[in-house]
Each structure stands twice: as C-alpha cells, then as structure tokens.
C-alpha cells in the first residue's frame, strides 16, 4: 500500500477540530491543547540569541550537534539511568513528535501489530498505520489508575505483534508507570521478543512523591527500546521543535537516513540553545517552579471535577485530568459540545485518544489557576442547570 493510500486511512486531529471551532467563539476558556502557559525561561532565550550571533545559522548534522548529543547523552546518564554512546545512539528531533513514524520505520514490516495502551496520545495510531503496522489497543481502566498492566496485554498479543509503545508519564491520563509496573513490562517484551516505544517526555511532572522510571535502564532492555523525549514540555519550548531519542545504534542509524530525506536537521541556534540548557542549573530550577505550580492546579481541578459530580481518578502525573461523564448520560462528544457552547470552556472528548477514552474527557491544567477556577466555576454551572448530575 502506498503512503497516499495510508493517509486516507489517518484521520485529522480531533483535538485540533475542536479547537478550530473555539476559535470562532468568543470568551472561550481553553483546557485542551497540550502546551504549557508558561514561557521559555529567559536565559534559554538567551542562549539561542548568543547562538545567532556565533553563527549558528547553516545545516548541521543530520544526528543533530554533537554539543547536544553530549549534553543528552549526560542528561540520560544522571536522570535516568541510561548509558549511551552520544555519537552513534542519541539523535536529535525536529520535534519529538518525528519519533514514532521515523522509530517505528526502522523495523516494522507490512501487517505487523503494535500494542498501544488506550487511552493514547493521538500520534501512535497513525504513526504505526503510515509505517505500515496495525495498532492494536490495549485498554487500561479507571480501577487501576489507568496503568498498563501485562494481564491486558496478554489478551492482545499474537505472533504478528513486533512492537508496544508505553507513554509514562501518561497523555490523556496522567498515569504514571510504578517501578513494578515497567518491569513486568520489560519480562513481557522479553518473553515475547518485542520493541519497546518509551513515551517520557512528561517525565518530570510527577506528583505525590511518585518517581518516573526508563525501562530503558533496567538490565538487557536498552538493546530493544527507542526512548523518546525533548524539550517542549521540559522546558516550555514548544514552538522550539526539538527533540531527541535514545535507542540502539542501528536504529539510529535509520532514523538519522529517514531525517536526512525528510526536515534534513533540527534548527541549529535552538540545538545550541538546548544544549546549553541542559547544563544550567536555573532551567531545573524553572522546571521545579512549574511542577509545583501544575501540582497545585491538579489539586484544585481534581476537588471541583469530584465535588460537581464528575467521578475523577487523582491524577500522578503530567498535566492533565481525565473525569468520567458517563453518569450525565451524555456521550463524550456531546457532553464537549454542551461544555463549549453553554459554558464556553473547550474540553476534549475522551474517545479522541482511543476506545477506551469513550465515557471520558480530557481536561489540560495547563494554563492559569484563576482560568481554571472560572472553568469549573462555567462547567459546574451548566450541569447543575440541566440536571445531569
């Protein structure tokens, strides 16, 4: 099948939808998109303006630079445990986002399944289809804090399974994976002679004393896994486009040939600029400042979203929430489209991310706490009056 063909087959973003129609509203409080309100630290700004002026305004290596490939390779050694070669097993992304197409493009053949736990980030499914997959949904349920568990995943696993992604922290969810939870995984992908997609770039929004683990680092499991990460949510820096991703040489190598005929390398002054970030102690402090105050979001978007009648799992990580809104009696889509039109707040419909998002929807906390408060003050308002809880 050709790619033209594939695509057919890929359908456009349902968040992105949603919020097409918001922007024809007025007074519109926005709790979907997935970006953080706060803006690039100014000494990283800095940085890419000091690149400007060294010149850092031609192609680089197609990899990335090696100054950032250096500053990864030491940033996966100190956080997470991982030992990597910084020349032939980091390369940098336009965008982490590139990771899962290009990734799943070095190994998978024409028919083959990929476990994807549901609820999902939008991108897996239509990456696996354009390279040629089939994902396969695993769903996760509300009981278990919407973990990934091998019991489900032994349900859908067959002979023609190759690879399985896991997102932890998680996006829509904000599960996050325990250390038992991403080791039984490993015994799975072992047992079952698979390659695993390792989803981190929420990694350091973690709450409640949880710690996020790379399944990259435990033993014999680097060889087999493609750890994704960047620096869009880390830093703030998503209009930035960067990325990067740890993985075997080999994978590297094929990924390194598919950006060379693709966006050919990441911008170079932002290369610069990350890599001098990683190194400054004032972004991790930056990155501390937005932790606590998204903790302090979570908790305040949890306590309304139980109080007004919305069944809620108290999310551990990254900065979203995910209440059950079947007990209005309202589908998904229909309990967004009431929320954006009666109340003016745009949430996402739970099914966007998968089956198993279905009964569900998708609020971000990314954004001002007082915004958030007027949210709920809106969304709690319209239920009352209509008596759907």
């Not at 919020?19 to 509203?25: C, E, K, R, Y």
């Not at 014999?220 to 960047?230: D, H």
Request: glycine letters at 6%; a negative charge; aromatic letters at 10%.
């Amino acid at each position: 099948m050709a790619l033209s063909d594939r695509l057919e087959l890929v359908n456009p973003s349902e968040i992105r939808r949603l919020f097409d129609l918001a922007a024809g509203m007025e007074d519109v409080i926005s709790l979907g998109i997935g970006e953080p309100d706060f803006d690039t630290p100014e000494h990283i700004k800095e940085y890419a303006k000091e690149a400007l002026d060294m010149g850092y305004t031609h192609y680089g290596p197609n990899a990335g630079l090696p100054i950032l490939r250096e500053a990864v390779a030491k940033k996966l050694r100190e956080q997470n445990g991982i030992e990597v070669d910084p020349m032939s097993e980091v390369m940098i992304l336009t965008g982490a986002n590139q990771a899962f197409l290009m990734g799943l493009a070095t190994f998978l053949k024409d028919g083959e399944e990929v476990l994807i736990p549901s609820p999902m980030f939008v991108s897996y499914a239509p990456a696996v289809i354009l390279a040629g997959g089939n994902p396969v949904e695993v769903p996760t349920y509300e009981e278990n804090e919407f973990r990934l568990s091998v019991d489900d995943m032994e349900k859908h696993v067959t002979e023609r399974t190759r690879a399985l992604i896991i997102n932890t922290p998680n996006n829509p969810t904000g599960a996050v994976l325990r250390k038992k939870d991403i080791e039984e995984i490993a015994d799975f992908a072992v047992e079952h002679d698979l390659i695993v997609i390792s989803d981190e770039v929420y990694e350091h929004f973690v709450y409640d004393g949880v710690k996020n683990y790379s399944i990259a680092s435990l033993d014999g499991m680097f060889e087999r896994t493609i750890t994704v990460n960047g620096f869009s949510k880390t830093f703030a820096m998503t209009g930035w486009r960067l990325g990067f991703v740890a993985a075997p040489a080999w994978v590297i190598e094929k990924m390194t040939r598919f950006q060379m005929y693709n966006s050919t390398c990441p911008v170079t002054f932002a290369q610069y600029a990350a890599a001098k970030a990683l190194e400054d102690p004032r972004s991790w402090k930056a990155v501390e400042e937005m932790r606590k105050e998204y903790n302090r979001r979570r908790n305040l978007v949890w306590k309304r979203l139980n109080e007004m009648g919305l069944p809620t799992v108290k999310p551990k990580g990254a900065f979203y929430i995910f209440p059950r809104i079947k007990d209005t009696g309202l589908t998904d889509h229909q309990f967004s489209e009431l929320m954006l039109r009666e109340a003016r707040v745009a949430v996402v419909p739970g099914s966007a991310f998968g089956k198993a998002g279905e009964d569900y929807i998708r609020i971000s906390y990314a954004t001002a706490y007082e915004k958030l408060e007027e949210a709920m003050d809106r969304m709690e308002k319209v239920l009352r009056e209509k008596k759907l809880v």
